[in-house]
């Protein structure tokens, strides 16, 4: 039996309505942010994995008193990283950065591409054609999913270091109790 019950591999249906409810204002607040919408997905992602990861609070949380904890947490997940985004554009301005661009190899001639820049795009919407249908959005429900697998593994990683802290300090505490003296 689990203290805390561990975080399902598949979004909730609530947490993939709010996806379809939010994710247009979001991609457009994103590119007002970033300044074009295909970077809109250098940000927003993030702030549904955000999201993501503390949907089992935030559903507590629209039980218990407030009705619309998910959407203020939401605009707080959006502020801290679109300021996050901001500082590091900043520090890549000022150190002087530029975009990286490739030589391609092709049978005519050496060319320079740009990865393509598709309107509104991210990993989520390229996988849609994959999700299994539904009468939903496919790229709703591929943005959804995305972003909870995101949520999923941080979980799993952060559980993974408490352990092994735990395990740390347990060994430390042996090793001192041990000790002769």
Do not use: C, N
């Not at 849609?128 to 959005?137: C, I, L, N």
């Amino acid at each position: 039996m689990r203290l805390v019950p561990a975080l399902a591999l598949e979004p909730p249906h609530a947490y993939v309505d709010f996806v379809a409810t939010h994710l247009e204002p979001l991609r457009a607040q994103a590119a007002s942010v970033v300044g074009g919408d295909g970077d809109a997905e250098q940000l927003y992602p993030d702030v549904l994995t955000d999201v993501a990861a503390r949907w089992r609070w935030l559903r507590w949380r629209t039980w218990l008193s407030r009705h619309e904890a998910a959407e203020s947490y939401l605009r707080r997940a959006f502020a801290r990283r679109s300021r996050r985004w901001r500082e590091r554009k900043q520090e890549e301005e000022s150190a002087g950065w530029a975009p990286v661009e490739f030589e391609v190899w092709t049978a005519e001639r050496w060319t320079t591409h740009r990865p393509p820049r598709a309107e509104r795009s991210s990993g989520a919407t390229r996988l849609a054609d994959f999700v299994r249908p539904t009468p939903r959005d496919a790229g709703v429900i591929a943005e959804a999913a995305i972003a909870w697998w995101h949520a999923y593994e941080a979980r799993r990683r952060r559980r993974l270091i408490a352990y092994l802290v735990l395990l740390f300090l347990l060994a430390a505490l042996v090793a001192r109790l041990t000790q002769p003296g």
